[in-house]
Each structure stands twice: as structure tokens, then as C-alpha cells.
């Protein structure tokens, strides 16, 4: 971890930093390969010259002289409205490192439209024009072959860009190492404190339009280590938006449709595989950017009563992975609790790690992420010790991520050798107070993914240990209800019955 920040800080700086090989995100990418210490001897088709300006008569339209004259009327039929911008192309002084597929981003929105029948139009945007609001360009895309940084001033107008709801697609053309590596640099010296992470296949980027089951990659690419159905795309994520997609194998050269041949051997995607990935890219972003401008705020519950009987804090669990999607969910429900059950108890919320002590000195502890993770020897021995005390782990599966469940079952199975969650009776007292919970509404992505056209059973699932209730555990994403955020591709419940759910797992956390 201080190895992350190091090189974050260096970058910031601008100061180039080499990342090494064995990096977790790109060591088993190829970058060491045969194939692409090969690569430079193949090339993308060069940028075509710029067109000349257009000539235009300055008598055109006009009768002839003498004057004065009244001009006549065009009857022509005039060109149709420009779509609106989706992507902008950064550009930089050295076009033929960006413009390498000059018309990659303009051929994958005219599929779109042939294929999907929805039209959009591309720019060229300077690298110094990129703006902090991304209200007239959704999506900026940097591509290229070669190694690259960004300014401060341009890094900072960027993160604005983004934590205001843009999204940046970068995309190492024809597999260039070096591109990909200072991409991930970037993105580290964009969002120190967000770690970049491998998208697992249950990412919506891979189901958004597309149902993509098959990511299958050109010759090259599988002989520099690319393998199939392992979708080697990098992200950072700003609450539960992925707002920063890396693409370490080319899709470029799929989207302007290159196929391969003596003199281009691109290390990247399949020409289909490519359509559908950006297809599905800008579907995931559209459908995203009214989750971008969130409902509410990032904050911290406060209890304004200072004399309550006494304090219940509610640990947020930091471990060794992405923990924290939602900044403001748990305080949300927090407040949802005290304004419906008025215990007079002061709640506080409170990030621990896992790893320290702190733990048994608190009650709860709420434990929640999108990916699948693996804990650290110290966490492991750690939450053991905390449940076998009597400790109360209360983890959710945000947006209904099976990878997160994955790892969750598994991390449980290794610290409690024999246990396993069972699915909590329809019956159990946590359905029943202080919310009578029979039925729940599912998100329309739940709903799709569950075939139903109505309201469903609550699904809760816990560990026992010495008949104590040691672990619950919600498999559908419950957070972005607490926070009322508009998650298109959340596979949890709706706010008003997530929010009452959540209520009772803490009352029940609080009476037991």
C-alpha cells in the first residue's frame, strides 16, 4: 500500500515512475511476452491528412448582377441536426500517437446506430479544453501507443471531470505496453485513495446491452497471454459508478473494423468482441450518469440529543479490498433508525480496520463491497476471535454482486471451518419488528434478473455460533436503497423496503 501512494505521489509531481511487471493488475498481461516485446514491428494505419478547407463561391444562392437584388431561396435540403456528442477524443500535439485509429470512436458510434438504432457524434477534444463539467461530453477517451502523462492542471480538471459524473475510457492501442502501464500510473495519480481493480465478469460492463458470455481475443493477443473469457479491463470506482475504464488489450483496432495482416497483428479483442464491449461501454455510461449526481451527500450521522442513555456504534469494516462503496448509506439508515424507532440510544458510525483491536470493542460490524476479496492473515485471525466473542457481522453484497458474495462465503468457510450461512426462516424475528417484512421490491435489474413481475420474498441469510446469531448476510444490494441513489444496474431492493429491512437487522443487533 505505501508503494501505491509513492507512486501516486511521484506522479502527481511528474515525476515518470516504472511500474514493475509483476504489478497485481498487469502482471499476468502480457507485458513480459515475446509477443510484445514484438510489438513496435506492427503498426495501426497511419492518420490521413487533414482535409483542406472547403470552397464555397461568394455568389452562391445569388441571381446576377446588377444590384441590389433580393438573394433567392435555397431549395436544397438542408443537412439533419448534428446528434449530440457522446465521446470526445483527447488530443494531444503528437497526432500520431492519439490519432492512431483516427476514426475508431466515429465507426463504433456509426454500428451503434446501424445496430442498435441510436445516434451520437464523436470530437476531437484537446487535451487543454478538457472540462470539469461533463454536462456537454459525457465520455473523453485517450488512446495510443506510446507512454504518456497528464499535466497537474490536467489531472486536476479531469478528476473534477469525473467526480462530477464524466467517465474516461483509456485504451492501449494495438496492446502497447507502454501505454498501458502509464495508464494505470494515471489513474493511481488520479485517485490515490481509490485503488484500481480488475473488473470481475459480473460487472454491468459486460451485460448492459450485450450479454456478453464470450470475450474471445485475436491470435496475437492469446500469444502475449490473453486469454479467453478473461476480460482484462481495469476500473476505479466512484461509489458504486465505474467512472475510469482501462483497456490493457486493444479494442480500437475492433471498433474501425482492421482486421489482421502482414503488417498489423494487433494484440487486442476480436472485431465483435470489441463492438460489443464499447456498445456496452456507452450504454453502462449513459444509463449511469443520472446515478452520478447523487440524491444525497457523503455524511456523517450525527445524534443531535446528547443525553441519551448510551452509545451504539456501528463499524464500518475496512479490510484488504474495496470496502466502501456507498459513502453514505450506513449514516443514512442510521438516521432512518432513530427517526422511526426513537431508542434512546447515540449512534455513532465509525470506520475500523479489521485488523485492529479496535473491533472488540464494538458491537456491529458492517461489512460490504462489490468485488471478491481476500482477507490478510491478521483480519482472518482477527474476525474469527470477534465473532467467537459474540460479535454481530451484518455484510451486504452492494448492488447484488455475486463476485463480493463469492468471496465473502469463501473468507467465512476459511476463518469457520464447517460453517455455513443458512437462509433465515420467513418467520424469524428479524422479518417482524419493528417492520412487519413479508414482501420486498425488487430493483428492475433484480427483477429481470429473478423473471419476476412483482414483489418478492426477503432474502436474508446468518450464521449461528453457540445459538447466537454471529453473521448476517443480505445477498441483494441494500446500501443504494439506504442512500436513495438511482443505481440502474443495482440487483438489490428498492429504497422504502431497503431501508426497512436494514432498520431491523438493527434492532435486532441492538436487543440481541
Known amino acids: 500500500?505505501?508503494?501505491?501512494?509513492?507512486?501516486?505521489?511521484?506522479?502527481?509531481?511528474?515525476?515518470?515512475?516504472?511500474?514493475?511487471?509483476?504489478?497485481?493488475?498487469?502482471?499476468?498481461?502480457?507485458?513480459?511476452?515475446?509477443?510484445?516485446?514484438?510489438?513496435?514491428?506492427?503498426?495501426?494505419?497511419?492518420?490521413?491528412?487533414?482535409?483542406?478547407?472547403?470552397?464555397?463561391?461568394?455568389?452562391?444562392?445569388?441571381?446576377?448582377?446588377?444590384?441590389?437584388?433580393?438573394?433567392?431561396?435555397?431549395?436544397?435540403?438542408?443537412?439533419?441536426?448534428?446528434?449530440?456528442?457522446?465521446?470526445?477524443?483527447?488530443?494531444?500535439?503528437?497526432q500520431s500517437d492519439w490519432a492512431t485509429n483516427p476514426s475508431d470512436a466515429k465507426n463504433l458510434l456509426k454500428w451503434m446506430a446501424k445496430t442498435l438504432n441510436v445516434h451520437f457524434s464523436d470530437i476531437n477534444l484537446p487535451e487543454n479544453q478538457i472540462p470539469s463539467d461533463p454536462k456537454s461530453v459525457p465520455v473523453l477517451y485517450r488512446t495510443g501507443h506510446d507512454a504518456f502523462s497528464f499535466t497537474p492542471e490536467v489531472r486536476q480538471r479531469l478528476r473534477s471531470y469525473l467526480l462530477n459524473g464524466g467517465a474516461l475510457i483509456m485504451e492501449a492501442c494495438c496492446g502497447r505496453t507502454a501505454f498501458a502501464e502509464s495508464a494505470l500510473r494515471e489513474m493511481r495519480a488520479l485517485f490515490p485513495e481509490r485503488p484500481p481493480y480488475r473488473l470481475a465478469n459480473d460487472h454491468p460492463l459486460f451485460h448492459s446491452y450485450f450479454d456478453i458470455k464470450e470475450i474471445n481475443y485475436r491470435p496475437t493477443a492469446l500469444k502475449a497471454g490473453a486469454r479467453n473469457g478473461d476480460p482484462a479491463v481495469i476500473g476505479i470506482d466512484i461509489g458504486c459508478r465505474t467512472a475510469v475504464f482501462m483497456f490493457r488489450w486493444d479494442v480500437s483496432c475492433g471498433w474501425d473494423e482492421q482486421p489482421d495482416s502482414e503488417h498489423h497483428r494487433c494484440m487486442g479483442y476480436e472485431i465483435e468482441t470489441a463492438k460489443q464491449l464499447g456498445?456496452?461501454?456507452?450504454?453502462?455510461?449513459?444509463?449511469?450518469r443520472s446515478a452520478a449526481l447523487p440524491l444525497s451527500q457523503a455524511l456523517q450521522f450525527i445524534d443531535a440529543e446528547k443525553t441519551k442513555s448510551g452509545k451504539f456504534v456501528v463499524a464500518q469494516a475496512k479490510y484488504h479490498g474495496l470496502w466502501k462503496c456507498r459513502d453514505a448509506g450506513l449514516s443514512m439508515l442510521l438516521n432512518s433508525f432513530h427517526e422511526q424507532t426513537k431508542t434512546p440510544v447515540c449512534f455513532e458510525r465509525e470506520e475500523v480496520a479489521l485488523s485492529s483491536n479496535r473491533i472488540f470493542d464494538l458491537p456491529l460490524i458492517y461489512l460490504t463491497g462489490h468485488q471478491d476479496f481476500t482477507l490478510t492473515p491478521a483480519e482472518r485471525a482477527n474476525l474469527a476471535q470477534y465473532l467467537r466473542q459474540g460479535g454481530i457481522v451484518f455484510a451486504e453484497s452492494c448492488c447484488g454482486r455475486e463476485s463480493f458474495e463469492t468471496g465473502f462465503r469463501r473468507e467465512l468457510a476459511t476463518i469457520l471451518p464447517g460453517a455455513q450461512l443458512e437462509r433465515l426462516p420467513a418467520n424469524h424475528l428479524i422479518f417482524m419488528y419493528p417492520?412487519?417484512?413479508?414482501?420486498?421490491?425488487?430493483?428492475?435489474?433484480?427483477?429481470?434478473?429473478?423473471?419476476?413481475?412483482?414483489?418478492?420474498?426477503?432474502?436474508?441469510?446468518?450464521?449461528?455460533?453457540?445459538?447466537?446469531?454471529?453473521?448476517?448476510?443480505?445477498?441483494?444490494?441494500?446500501?443504494?436503497?439506504?442512500?436513495l441513489a438511482q443505481c440502474p444496474y443495482c440487483g438489490g431492493i428498492h429504497a422504502k423496503d431497503a431501508l426497512a429491512l436494514g432498520v431491523n437487522v438493527l434492532s435486532y443487533c441492538l436487543l440481541h
Not at 68 to 87: A, G, W
Open 1 to 94: 500500500m505505501k508503494q501505491l501512494w509513492k507512486q501516486a505521489v511521484l506522479c502527481l509531481l511528474g515525476i515518470a515512475v516504472t511500474l514493475s511487471a509483476a504489478d497485481p493488475l498487469l502482471g499476468d498481461l502480457g507485458l513480459d511476452s515475446a509477443a510484445a516485446r514484438e510489438e513496435k514491428a506492427f503498426s495501426c494505419s497511419p492518420a490521413p491528412p487533414a482535409k483542406p478547407p472547403a470552397q464555397h463561391s461568394s455568389a452562391e444562392g445569388l441571381p446576377p448582377l446588377p444590384l441590389p437584388v433580393v438573394p433567392l431561396r435555397r431549395t436544397e435540403k438542408k443537412n439533419p441536426p448534428r446528434p449530440p456528442v457522446l465521446i470526445a477524443k483527447i488530443a494531444t500535439q503528437r
Open 279 to 288: 456498445a456496452n461501454l456507452m450504454a453502462y455510461i449513459s444509463s449511469e
Open 435 to 483: 417492520n412487519a417484512i413479508k414482501d420486498v421490491q425488487p430493483t428492475s435489474a433484480l427483477a429481470e434478473k429473478l423473471s419476476s413481475k412483482g414483489r418478492v420474498a426477503p432474502e436474508l441469510y446468518g450464521l449461528n455460533i453457540d445459538g447466537h446469531l454471529a453473521v448476517i448476510f443480505s445477498p441483494r444490494g441494500l446500501a443504494c436503497g439506504w442512500e
